[in-house]
């Protein structure tokens, strides 16, 4: 709550004595934003973090050797061998030395 006060008093309010929002006169933007404007940047970015994380989460998948199937594979830091065990992790894959 703290932070969409902090957004709405820099970026949207005019100030009487500034006659311009901080942030434009600090030179940050030099336009004045409306609240439909920051809505749609807030879900632009969580849509984007999303996609990022989808992104993280599928680079660290192993691949089944004998069916093809995806399984979840080992997360960053933890060191698990796979030598002899079916899994084979294609080379675009290998994170950390895994």
Known sequence: MVALYAVWYNFVRIHKTLRVTPAMQAGVTDRLFSYEEL???VDEWEANEKA??????????????????????????????LSGSGFQ???HQKRNGN
């Open 52 to 81: 990022e994380q989808m992104a993280r989460n599928l680079s660290y998948a192993v691949f089944w050797s004998g069916t093809g199937g995806v399984r979840s594979g080992n997360s960053v830091g933890q060191k698990k061998s």
């Open 39 to 41: 809505v749609g940047i």
């Open 89 to 91: 992790v294609y080379p």
